[in-house]
């Protein structure tokens, strides 16, 4: 019985595959069409898609273009080919506003962008262009039942570039002394804090603000070190008051001694 059944399985490929190669050498764009759709629906995208892209032009404007430009954009991300269907559900949900399938199409195209989003580390042009078109969709869409992803994706969209810009913050803090500028490290650092004040890396980045001031300060020529040190304390003092119980209290603790001795020499 299991070779009867391997037989018949075998057999249904073969036709398959044959239906497949007789429409892809046809000029019927009808049976491309009809094949096309029977082999989206046994989940061969791949060669639906190569179906797909040969008869797309000549069904532009008819009947069947809506569900066709549909089953091309899925069976584009289906296969991971991010970019296109990206372009192609966009193109979808402009050509076909009113349709049932539109909502899903702007949704699954903006996630396309998602997808594309790289790691932290490498340029976050596709993580923007994500997030301008999560946020597009979720304006046009507030109740939709794709909200709740959509958020999470723009959630996790928007720590990637909180990581990104702290580690670029960081950076610039290691290599202060080296370069010996820590106010580069100073601004970026403050940036950092400007543009994510809810970020879970406050307290590290308020460290290594008052820790880039107090190197500033300490390694200041005489004429500038009071001012520094004295702005130093200040970031002493909003590290503290964000975490009294800061993990870095015992370093900057010493560091903090370390201020207040080199002020009283400006009192004598």
Do not use: W
């Amino acid at each position: 019985m299991a070779r009867y059944i391997y037989i018949l399985l075998f057999a249904c490929v073969l036709t398959s595959c044959s239906d497949f190669q007789k429409a892809l050498k046809s000029d019927d764009i009808k049976v491309k069409y009809e094949v096309a759709e029977k082999l989206y629906e046994k989940e061969k995208y791949m060669k639906s898609i190569r179906l797909f892209e040969q008869i797309a032009p000549s069904y532009r404007g008819k009947p069947q273009a809506e569900k066709l430009f549909y089953m091309y954009a899925q069976a584009l991300y289906k296969t991971k080919q991010y970019y296109t269907a990206g372009y192609q559900f966009e193109s979808f949900t402009a050509g076909y506003p009113r349709s049932e399938k539109a909502e899903e199409a702007m949704f699954l195209g903006a996630k396309s962008y998602y997808e594309l989003s790289p790691r932290y580390s490498l340029d976050q042009v596709d993580t923007y262009k994500a997030l301008d078109k999560l946020q597009a969709f979720i304006d046009k869409y507030p109740n939709s039942q794709f909200m709740p992803e959509a958020n999470q994706l723009v959630q996790e969209l928007n720590t990637k570039l909180e990581t990104k810009a702290y580690e670029i913050a960081k950076q610039y803090h290691a290599t202060a002394e080296y370069f010996g500028d820590y106010n580069a490290a100073l601004k970026t650092l403050d940036n950092f804090l400007i543009d994510f004040p809810g970020t879970p890396l406050k307290e590290d980045a308020l460290f290594l603000k008052f820790d880039s001031s107090y190197q500033l300060a300490i390694n200041s020529v005489p004429s500038k070190m009071f001012d520094r040190l004295e702005a130093a304390k200040l970031n002493y003092a909003a590290l503290i008051k964000f975490k009294a119980d800061t993990k870095y209290k015992a370093q900057a603790d010493t560091m903090l001694a370390r201020i207040d001795t080199e002020l009283q020499k400006f009192s004598k």
